[in-house]
């Protein structure tokens, strides 16, 4: 048995028979759960009654140092009110769906006398009518090019009726425009035009195509052939776009389904969106933490916080499952929302409940296929670095890999880069570049001497000023050496010339992909299949690529540098201005006498002599 305090214990004693809302507090006082109920006094109190809960329940109930209740009237302002609480504070551990994606929908402004189809991401109450949601960008722009192939719709943004008609556009000539901008068709006609189109786009396909065969055969009659052949693509068009999507009914059924998987870990929930008697797609969301629950209480808790923010409410919705008395409370908070009758349902047979199956196997597929990613994701990853640390011989897993690499031209411009994986995944605020300060020349061995020995002399002198999340200050598991046994015994003595004793190291010899480890007289050579080894290559990539970049911008500017020093009375602080000003050489070249003279430090005298070297260069001198 639990004490849970004098404070708390009176509070549970005094909770009233009424609906309401209870949120639930840690010892910051930090609101950890919200939820609402029919009866208070039973409710929060099972929370704290030594009886079974799901460990996602015992999790936070372990967490619970007090608790607020909020009194309702009815149970349906108890649900409104829950949905709002959890909205401004997103407690840990309600229901929270992160996904921020919006998809798109396609919308008509029927106010406007010539209204365009129009993509939009948002639907808002504005007496539009729209159409959707279609899953990506590309799914629904078919289906604009498909509208606009067989009906004439205007696709520019004048503000119609001119005051003035003017010249119709080429959508005109070829028959994709009525061209109401030049007065050649009336705003009825428009219309008359527009209400084909809302048919099409609610899935009446058939009177669509027996409209299109009727003037197709029309203009074969007339021997206008031409005409005859666009209008064949056209019902070629729809008919493609029906047999694209899943017939499911004869009606006109507006749906959304929704059903759940768990994996007693997380959940997955599943909605599929049915339009015009058509399905037109689908799509998942991941619960983490809520794969104890029960079913019926992850649905009815995903579907107050996806639909509180949805851009349509459908005028039914099918479930997989609810709480006993939930569909009532939904059912009237979705009319409430909708502003218009919403039903909400569990179907137990017939077709519905065959739809709802559909919905949970997607679900479960969804669910299975996460998991399978996760799953290979982490053998990439923390699984590739853990056997990585075994093949090497490691004693604890690396969790922090360091990868370095040389870069630079005939010895010029010499770059060492150093890229950090973290749990076998780039962690690029931690990458650092070092210009190359005591070699000259070519040379591999002395430049990667230099680079560790500055690498672990920062990383000691952050530590002894006692600087925590320094730049340096966090020291590698494993470094990775491209190269082979020469360049990794000059990297690991440098640390032994600074007294430190060297993590594991190894070197990679790029052409055989073999692994060197100090002292070795045999390398070892992986399987180019195991994700140990590619984990290796990937930061060797990684450092390569890393130092490349940062070469090739040293290179371009000393380039500047280079050809700017050919100018007569144009030092280095000049120099420095001058790029300052005008970003690039080109830009010099091209400037004027006034604008040079306006660059801080420049003369008349040192402004005619950049114009001299301008003019040289154009001349190819």
Not at 258 to 285: E, K, N, P
Not at 292 to 302: H, K, R, V
Not at 369 to 386: D, L, Q, S, Y
Not at 508 to 532: F, S
């Amino acid at each position: 048995m639990i004490d849970w305090g004098e404070k708390l214990e009176e509070k549970i004693a005094m909770l009233p028979d009424s609906p309401g809302c209870y949120l639930m507090k840690d010892r910051e006082g930090t609101i950890i759960y919200v939820g609402k109920a029919v009866n208070l006094k039973n409710r929060v109190r099972s929370y704290f009654r030594d009886t079974a809960h799901t460990p996602k329940v015992e999790a936070m109930i372990s967490h619970i140092d007090d608790f607020e209740i909020l009194l309702c009237e009815t149970n349906l302002e108890a649900l409104i009110l829950e949905c709002n609480l959890i909205k401004r504070h997103q407690p840990y551990y309600n229901i929270l769906l992160k996904d921020d994606k919006h998809y798109p929908y396609l919308k008509v402004k029927m106010k406007e006398p010539f209204p365009r189809l129009e993509l939009c991401r948002r639907m808002e109450k504005d007496g539009a009518k729209y159409f959707g949601p279609y899953i990506g960008a590309s799914a629904v722009r078919q289906v604009m090019e498909t509208v606009r192939g067989v009906f004439p719709l205007r696709t520019c943004r004048q503000s119609l009726p001119l005051k003035n008609p003017k010249r119709p556009c080429v959508n005109y000539d070829i028959g994709r425009c009525l061209a109401p901008c030049a007065g050649k068709c009336t705003e009825a006609a428009y219309r008359e035009m527009m209400q084909g189109v809302i048919h099409f786009l609610e899935g009446d396909y058939a009177e669509v195509i027996r409209s299109l065969k009727e003037e197709m055969n029309g203009a074969a009659a007339a021997m206008r052939y031409e005409r005859a052949a666009q209008l064949r693509d056209r019902i070629r068009d729809v008919e493609g776009l029906m047999e694209r999507q899943i017939a499911l009914r004869t009606d006109n059924s507006e749906q959304d389904l929704i059903a759940v998987s768990t994996d007693g870990l997380d959940a997955m929930v599943q909605i599929l969106y049915v339009r015009g008697g058509r399905m037109i797609g689908g799509d998942h969301f991941a619960l983490p933490r809520e794969g104890g629950e029960d079913p019926g209480e992850i649905i009815a808790g995903f579907m107050t916080q996806y639909y509180e923010n949805a851009a349509l409410i459908p005028r039914n919705v099918l479930c997989q499952t609810l709480p006993e008395g939930s569909a009532e409370e939904l059912e009237a908070w979705l009319r409430n929302r909708k502003g218009s009758a919403v039903t909400v349902a569990t179907p137990r047979r017939g077709e519905k409940h065959e739809l709802v199956l559909l919905a949970v196997k997607n679900a479960k597929d969804a669910l299975d296929k996460r998991n399978a990613r996760r799953t290979i994701r982490e053998e990439r990853t923390v699984g590739a670095a853990e056997n990585l640390g075994k093949i090497l011989g490691m004693d604890r897993y690396p969790r922090r890999i360091e990868g370095y690499d040389i870069s630079n031209t005939q010895g010029e411009q010499s770059v060492s880069s150093m890229v950090v994986f973290i749990d076998g995944e780039p962690a690029k605020k931690e990458y650092r570049h070092f210009r190359i300060k005591t070699v000259e020349g070519a040379n591999d061995f002395a430049s990667h001497y230099e680079t560790l020995y500055r690498r672990y002399a920062h990383a000691i002198r952050e530590r002894e000023e006692g600087t925590e999340n320094g730049r340096f200050t966090e020291l590698p598991d494993l470094i990775l050496i491209d190269g082979g046994p020469q360049q990794l015994r000059f990297a690991r003595q440098a640390l032994l010339d600074l007294g430190v004793t060297p993590p594991t190291m190894f070197g990679l010899a790029e052409k055989l992909e073999e692994i060197w480890l100090p002292g070795a007289e045999e390398p070892i050579v992986l399987d180019h299949h195991t994700p140990e080894l590619q984990l290796v290559q990937r930061v060797r990539d990684e450092a390569h690529r890393f130092g490349i970049i940062h070469h090739r911008v040293l290179r371009a500017r000393a380039f500047t540098h280079s050809q700017l020093e050919e100018i007569p009375g144009i030092g280095p602080r000049r120099r420095k201005e001058l790029l300052k000003a005008f970003g690039s050489l080109k830009a010099i070249r091209a400037a004027g006498k006034e604008e040079l003279k306006r660059v801080p430090g420049m003369t008349e005298k040192a402004a005619e002599a950049v114009l001299a070297w301008s003019a040289g260069k154009r001349e190819g001198k």
